[in-house]
């Protein structure tokens, strides 16, 4: 089997450090136990391997194509979707009479990991599909729930989510895609969007697409946006399909990885014949939208972590049995080369991969735990704290898994810029997480220009309690220096803060939000030097008395990956803390004709 993830670490994560087992006291997950989660697991584990992991590198060489009228996919794609949507994974989190599973988010997702690793090209279909589905669901009528979320979740109709537009990216507000209603009550779509995945394919027998679009004569700016269904064959309550509703495909877009989904151009209405029907209110189309965005910005940050942990272990296996060179203090040129571990350097770029991948992955599971106590228990503190953190999950996993990924191939050296070893696509994969779903720079200004503030800031607090829980909770010799340091560099974060909400009060939101990067990045850094704190303390708990070699192996690998975090990358928010408070003005004052 292809190493996906270690599932030594996966288990302590679960049942270790986010408890999973205790989830079972919430009704909602009453009917399951540790058993069921252990088998949906090794099910997830079975599938990603059989069917997702081999055709990997095939997808990538042979992506889709379009001749003009139909695009091509390789018929692997076809075998692994069925395999998911025949297991129920398209629908596992939701209600049995759905013929869901009542699946907590954090078995889901840590199912979801299994997949990310082997091969994220092809899963991505599905969990495009799932998000498209969820959102129906919550938000549509029962006629549109009844039409589409059945199909959807058996695998016959896909989904996707059709925001950006050519003249517009990110800047959704300023979308020209238009909606006229008609005398049906469905509405007429016209417009153009691009760079939607999975808008166009040859795996299932619809397409759902959500888009959204300005009603006629109303508003310009975000609240001008309603969110509509619009198939790509018209639709009948029982699930048969009419003809073509008009939406065309302009083109593929060819990515520089990921390239077994496809990227598409789409055309709505050319024809005047596209009908979209409107999901909940008009004008709050952003606002159903942003549950399946963050429902994506959580697995982006799952996949960039998953594909940055993919590489980790190929680069790991490959120094353990790749012989060269000798240890510095060894002068004998006659001693038989070590396997490239040994060395120092590679030991570090090791190190570093596995603090940033397994710290990234536990980022993702506490997200993933979050949304079951509030879902599961009503815990409106864990869904404030969720939001703040959003931005979080969706860009530390993003920004630092394709550093992962390139400290991978250089592990391997010229081996690893080749295509006859996995990571080299691993990179170029992960390059597209820092970019969708929102890029650095724009989570940076929800983080700071709006989630730290809401609710008076209780987001923040009710995070900084849990992080003083985690210090007083380090009482082993190992673990106190590193908690010592951590509540140093935490002051250092809670300071900073403060002076930038002053600054924002003050009214000098430019000054304030210039450098919002940094503290995104700030802020990551300190929530995963927390994980690693927690999940040291948690490896000594959990392996102190244990006599198993792997055990005593498992923690001490765990406290040394907590050490290296806090103790190198952690400090880096020195500087950053002394640009935020100085309100540094290089990068504002810089102007055009400058450059």
Request: a negative charge; aromatic letters at 6%; glycine letters at 8%.
């Given at each position: 089997m292809t190493q996906l993830i270690n599932d030594k670490d996966l288990n302590f994560l679960l049942y270790d450090v986010f408890k999973a087992q205790e989830l079972i006291q919430f009704p909602r997950f009453a009917e399951h136990?540790?058993?069921?989660f252990n088998s949906i697991l090794e099910t997830?584990?079975?599938?990603?391997?059989?069917?997702?992991?081999?055709?990997?590198?095939?997808?990538?060489?042979?992506?889709?194509?379009?001749?003009?009228?139909?695009?091509?996919?390789?018929?692997?794609v076809k075998t692994a979707w069925k395999q998911f949507a025949d297991a129920g994974l398209l629908c596992a989190q939701h209600e049995y009479e759905l013929g869901g599973m009542q699946l907590p988010t954090l078995i889901n997702m840590a199912a979801n990991a299994y997949f990310m690793s082997a091969n994220p090209s092809t899963v991505a279909y599905s969990f495009l599909t799932a998000a498209a589905a969820n959102v129906i669901q919550a938000f549509g009528t029962?006629?549109?729930?009844?039409?589409?979320?059945?199909?959807?979740?058996?695998?016959?109709?896909?989904?996707?989510?059709?925001?950006?537009?050519?003249?517009?990216?990110?800047?959704?507000?300023?979308?020209?895609?238009?909606?006229?209603?008609?005398?049906?009550?469905?509405?007429?779509?016209?417009?153009?969007?691009?760079?939607?995945?999975?808008?166009?394919q040859d795996i299932t027998e619809n397409i759902v697409h959500l888009v959204l679009a300005r009603i006629q004569d109303a508003p310009q700016g975000v609240k001008g946006i309603s969110l509509f269904i619009v198939p790509k064959f018209k639709t009948h309550a029982d699930g048969t399909l009419g003809e073509h509703n008009d939406v065309h495909l302009a083109g593929l877009l060819h990515k520089m990885g990921y390239r077994g989904t496809t990227s598409t151009v789409l055309s709505f209405g050319e024809h005047e014949q596209c009908h979209g029907y409107l999901i909940g209110e008009a004008g709050s189309g952003l606002k159903y939208?942003?549950?399946?965005?963050?429902?994506a910005r959580v697995g982006v940050g799952l996949g960039a972590a998953m594909i940055g942990y993919r590489g980790y272990l190929e680069s790991l296996e490959y120094a353990k049995n790749r012989p060269q060179g000798r240890i510095v203090s060894d002068k004998n040129p006659a001693a038989k080369p070590v396997n490239i571990i040994q060395h120092t350097d590679v030991k570090r770029m090791l190190l570093a991969q596995k603090s940033y991948v397994e710290g990234a992955l536990a980022l993702c599971l506490?997200?993933?735990?979050?949304?079951?106590?509030?879902?599961?228990?009503?815990?409106?503190?864990?869904?404030?704290l969720l939001d703040l953190i959003t931005p979080v999950v969706k860009s530390f996993p993003s920004a630092y898994g394709p550093k992962a990924n390139d400290?991978?191939?250089?592990?391997?050296?010229?081996?690893?810029?080749?295509?006859?070893?996995?990571?080299?696509?691993?990179?170029?994969?992960?390059?597209?997480?820092?970019?969708?779903?929102?890029?650095?720079?724009?989570?940076?200004?929800?983080?700071?220009?709006?989630?730290?503030?809401?609710?008076?800031?209780?987001?923040?607090?009710?995070?900084?309690?849990?992080?003083?829980?985690?210090?007083?909770?380090?009482?082993?010799?190992?673990?106190?220096?590193?908690?010592?340091?951590?509540?140093?560099?935490?002051?250092?974060?809670?300071?900073?803060?403060?002076?930038?909400?002053?600054?924002?009060?003050?009214?000098?939101?430019?000054?304030?939000?210039?450098n919002s990067a940094l503290y995104l990045d700030m802020m990551g850094k300190v929530i995963i030097s927390w994980l690693w704190l927690d999940m040291a303390n948690k490896a000594v708990a959990t392996f102190q008395q244990s006599e198993l070699?792997?055990?005593?192996?498992f923690m001490a690998g765990k406290l040394q990956a907590a050490q290296y975090f806090i103790r190198w990358e952690l400090p880096e928010i020195e500087h950053q803390a002394q640009l935020l408070n100085e309100l540094d003005d290089t990068c504002l004052n810089m102007q055009e004709s400058w450059f």
């Open positions: 136990d540790v058993e069921t997830a584990h079975g599938i990603a391997n059989d069917f997702f992991a081999p055709h990997n590198a095939k997808a990538d060489h042979d992506e889709p194509s379009f001749d003009g009228k139909t695009v091509t996919t390789i018929a692997e029962t006629e549109q729930k009844n039409t589409f979320v059945p199909h959807m979740f058996r695998g016959r109709f896909s989904g996707t989510m059709a925001l950006t537009e050519p003249d517009v990216g990110s800047s959704l507000g300023d979308l020209t895609t238009k909606a006229i209603p008609l005398a049906d009550g469905s509405y007429s779509i016209k417009g153009q969007k691009m760079f939607i995945s999975g808008g166009d939208m942003f549950k399946m965005m963050n429902e506490f997200a993933a735990r979050l949304i079951d106590e509030h879902q599961a228990n009503q815990n409106e503190d864990a869904a404030i400290l991978a191939i250089q592990v391997l050296g010229g081996a690893g810029y080749t295509r006859e070893y996995p990571i080299e696509q691993c990179y170029r994969d992960n390059r597209l997480n820092p970019i969708h779903e929102g890029t650095f720079g724009i989570q940076s200004l929800d983080l700071l220009g709006r989630k730290l503030w809401q609710h008076n800031s209780k987001g923040l607090i009710l995070l900084m309690q849990r992080m003083q829980n985690t210090i007083a909770e380090a009482q082993d010799e190992r673990v106190k220096p590193l908690a010592a340091l951590f509540q140093k560099h935490l002051a250092i974060v809670q300071a900073t803060t403060q002076r930038l909400g002053k600054v924002l009060i003050q009214g000098q939101v430019d000054q304030a939000l210039a070699e792997e055990d005593q192996n």
